[in-house]
């Protein structure tokens, strides 16, 4: 995995934050999940991530943390930084369909 990041965080605030949305983050749940842009995704997400230490464009380290999600339709996994998720709201498989 790559050790560069194009945000890092430092401060002790952003740190709770991205804190707070790896808890809520459930190993092998599904979730709906907002991006700061404004959009949703449905997703399973394989393992809860872990805060790591990266570098920024400038080599400044910092902390982020790389998210894995599988589209629960499609089986198609992507990677996400958490710093870009805005809210996680998890969900009981009885709660959400899985197919149309």
């Known amino acids: 995995m790559t050790r560069l990041a ?3 965080y430092r401060d002790p605030a952003d740190l709770r934050r991205l804190t707070a949305l790896v808890e809520q983050l459930p ?12 959009s949703w995704r449905a997703a399973v997400v394989t393992t809860r ?5 990266f570098l920024d ?3 400044r380290e910092g902390i982020n943390a790389v998210l894995r999600i599988d589209d629960p339709r499609t089986g198609r996994s992507d990677y996400l930084w958490v710093d870009e998720l ?3 709201r998890p969900l009981h498989s009885s709660h959400r369909r899985f197919t149309d």
């Open 49 to 53: 991530p872990s805060l790591q230490t």
């Open 57 to 59: 464009r400038d080599g």
């Open 27 to 38: 190993d092998e749940g599904l979730v709906d999940l907002q991006l700061i842009d404004g």
């Open 86 to 88: 805005a809210q996680v």
């Open 6 to 8: 194009d945000r890092v």
